[in-house]
């Protein structure tokens, strides 16, 4: 397909500074994924090793621990996703267009959709998030984590998206309003 390769050149390696976030965000990420499918082995192992030898291996902590490494996965994943455009879109459609018309979409759905999302949530998230670190709020369960590390880790995830997000734009207005030739 002619253009497809200039069109995301920026696939072939982080170039701004905020692309280096990203790209280190979802490192952190493909850790938290290892480190959740292990946890999620131990606590199988450790159910059932509880029930049929009487121990006392499981516990809310280590479930808790596997749904938060769960949660870094997304939300520091998300902005590397973004850079990449392994997003969700309707790729079907999204393919058939010239560069133009897709950097004008890509132009359009962060304006006006991924940014204004994102600084919604931001603005939504921070009084929770502040309360809940004023608190140090902890799980309703028994032997549960601290809940307020998580809840910040969602404000770092949104922020690190918006930043993408602004990246993505700029390349796309780039994209969009460059001469022809």
């Known amino acids: 397909m002619p253009g497809a390769d200039s069109e995301r050149a920026e696939d072939r390696g982080p170039r701004s500074p905020l692309d280096r976030l990203s790209a280190a965000a979802a490192r952190l990420a493909a850790l938290a994924l290892l480190a959740m499918t292990g946890l999620s082995g131990f ?33 520091l994943g998300a902005a590397e996703t973004l850079r990449r455009g392994a997003h969700v879109r309707v790729d079907v459609l999204h393919a058939r267009f010239p560069e133009r018309t897709k950097a004008g979409i890509d132009l359009f759905g962060a304006l006006l959709l991924l940014l204004p999302f994102c600084a919604f949530s931001l603005w939504t998230l921070w009084p929770a998030v502040a309360e809940s670190w004023r608190l140090r709020e902890g799980s309703p369960d028994p032997r549960g984590l601290p809940r307020y590390p998580i809840k910040a880790l969602a404000l770092v995830g949104f922020a690190l998206l918006f930043l993408q997000g602004l990246v993505e734009s700029a390349r796309a207005a780039r994209r969009l309003f460059r001469r022809a030739g």
Do not use: H, M, P
């Open 43 to 75: 606590n199988a192992l450790a159910r059932y090793l509880d029930r049929d030898l009487g121990t006392a291996w499981s516990s809310n902590r280590w479930v808790e621990g596997q749904w938060y490494l769960f949660s870094a996965v997304f939300l």
